[in-house]
């Protein structure tokens, strides 16, 4: 049994925490920043340090690659990001990358053989914290593969317009054209080059050290549904209008949502989680009632039929009035549960029990 470096891990961790630090802990790194810049220069420099060849597509992912013992087998990737959102966690994303890397250096270091070529990869602005959407440039690259009511939302041209959050001026394309990291579509990860990909990632919860398991082997992502819900009311003077006459959209809102929260807890699953994270209020001035309140909701859950009970509950808020106020639900996007490959489970799982670590099978 090979092991990796301890050592190498911590310099790698402790050198990448550096770019984009936040000064709690955590990083901000938006994707082509000059941090994320300073990150993805450290990653080419540590790679061609082993002798592994540097490729970068269109959109700027890049590509590190040990050769195999056969040159034409496809290649072996794990990937993730070294972009983050504003103030994130400093090992999401770029754990997946320093993992690769680790991997790779590793087999240089020990001259592990190995038939396929091996890839440690960084995905391009796969948070969308500065240039919207997230999994951007992943988006982009599987476009051909995608349902279409996803494929529309990731279209080439419209990714390169993309507005920065902070400006709502300078775009993804202006600024993939100056990154110096825009490169040729040829490399892009694609079926006919690469065979089987891999993932580490920081788990952002608390259950495998509530359970004292050092990892989890995961088998899927969660199916979900996002909608927007929506109260419209009247705006009026803070002051002057009585409380009886009030139609208070954030105060209906209120309401609604305490009854999404005892209504679908209600239904029992313990494995269910549901979440407010996004509101927007109008006309957001102290002394006026507000008119419209709108809030996110955002459920996931293995089992469909699951989801279907909590969007029924959803979808019931329309039919209520609210504090005077009228609700009204619309679908953001949705996503059935995603089945990894078993077989590439069943590698993690047998490398996990074959060393010994502490470990569980979850979603």
């Known amino acids: 049994m090979y092991e990796c470096s301890l050592d190498r891990m911590k310099d790698k961790i402790s050198t990448f925490s550096k770019f984009g630090d936040a000064g709690h802990g955590g990083i901000t790194r938006y994707s082509l920043s000059p941090e994320a810049i300073m990150a993805r220069n450290e990653f080419i420099k540590r790679m061609k340090a082993i002798g592994a060849e540097i490729e970068i597509d269109d959109v700027a992912n890049i590509y590190a690659t040990l050769a195999g013992s056969d040159p034409d087998a496809k290649r072996i990737v794990m990937a993730s990001h070294c972009d983050s959102v504003k103030n994130g966690g400093n090992y999401d994303g770029i754990l997946g990358v320093m993992s690769a890397m680790e991997v790779l250096e590793t087999v240089h270091e020990k001259n592990i053989p190995h038939k396929h070529p091996l890839t440690a990869m960084i995905w391009t602005n796969e948070e969308g914290s500065l240039y919207p959407p997230a999994m951007m440039c992943s988006g982009i690259v599987c476009y051909d593969y995608l349902p279409e009511d996803i494929r529309c939302k990731f279209k080439y041209e419209d990714m390169m317009n993309s507005k920065s959050i902070l400006d709502n001026t300078s775009t993804f394309g202006e600024a993939l054209d100056k990154s110096g990291f825009k490169g040729d579509k040829k490399y892009r990860l694609s079926p006919d080059r690469y065979m089987?990909?891999?993932?580490?990632?920081?788990?952002?919860?608390?259950?495998?050290?509530?359970?004292?398991?050092?990892?989890?082997?995961?088998?899927c992502v969660l199916g979900m549904f996002d909608y927007r819900l929506k109260f419209y009311g009247q705006t009026t003077h803070a002051g002057t209008f009585p409380m009886p006459k009030r139609r208070d959209a954030f105060f209906a809102a209120s309401q609604a949502l305490c009854y999404l929260h005892e209504e679908i807890d209600k239904l029992g699953y313990s494995d269910l989680v549901y979440t407010t994270g996004e509101v927007v209020c109008h006309p957001c001035v102290h002394t006026c009632v507000p008119d419209f309140f709108d809030f996110s909701f955002d459920s996931r859950h293995e089992d469909p039929k699951v989801l279907e009970k909590v969007l029924a509950i959803v979808k019931s808020c329309e039919e209520k009035t609210w504090a005077g106020c009228t609700c009204k639900v619309e679908k953001a996007w949705n996503r059935d549960t995603v089945y990894w490959d078993k077989k590439l489970v069943s590698y993690v799982k047998a490398s996990a029990?074959?060393?010994?670590?502490?470990?569980?099978y979850s979603h």
Do not use: S, W
């Not at 990632?201 to 995961?218: F, R």
């Not at 029990?353 to 569980?360: A, D, S």
């Open 353 to 360: 029990e074959e060393c010994g670590i502490k470990r569980q």
């Open 196 to 219: 089987y990909m891999f993932e580490t990632h920081i788990e952002q919860g608390p259950i495998l050290e509530d359970a004292g398991n050092d990892i989890g082997v995961v088998d």
